[in-house]
């Protein structure tokens, strides 16, 4: 696409502007008269257009405020199931905790128990004759 300039450039470097280029050139300037013609005739009815959605979105601007500053309806709700929510997680956790405080507590008694029976036996030495270990408990000594 060519335009005025461009072929004022292609004369300076000594080339050919051809009838075709300058057809062209005349044709898109006519189009784009056209174009703005049909826009500037057009923007009276835009603008009236557009006035007239934001007088309607400007009346709605109170009623949008108010409803903005109002407390959500369901807040109180919201803050009361909450309440209950921790609640019945404190409770969930207290009930889970015995349970847990008995199995901790079973595990230590058998680490105990495991540990005094450790401690009540004393491992011999290897006799020569049997070449095995021999568990005599401290009791029997």
């Known amino acids: 696409m ?3 300039e461009n072929l004022d450039l292609l004369r300076q470097q000594g080339k050919e502007v051809s009838g ?3 057809r062209g050139v005349e044709k898109r300037k006519e189009n ?3 174009k703005i013609k ?3 005739e057009q923007m009276p009815s835009l603008i009236e257009t557009h006035e007239a959605k934001a007088e309607a979105l400007a009346k709605d601007i109170p009623a949008l405020q108010e409803v903005v500053k109002a ?3 369901k807040e109180d709700e919201l803050k009361e199931l909450k309440t209950e929510l921790a609640a019945l997680n404190r409770k969930i956790e207290l009930s889970l905790k015995p349970i847990d ?5 079973k595990e230590e008694k058998k680490q105990e ?3 005094s029976v450790k401690s009540n036996v004393d491992y011999a030495d290897y006799s020569p ?3 095995r270990k021999t568990v005599i408990p401290r009791a029997m000594l």
């Open 38 to 40: 049909n826009l500037i």
């Open 129 to 131: 004759n049997a070449m």
């Open 20 to 22: 075709g280029m300058l």
């Open 101 to 105: 405080e008995g199995e901790d507590k």
């Open 32 to 34: 784009l008269e056209v």
């Open 71 to 73: 407390t959500w309806r």
């Open 2 to 4: 060519y335009s005025d």
């Open 113 to 115: 128990n495991t540990q």
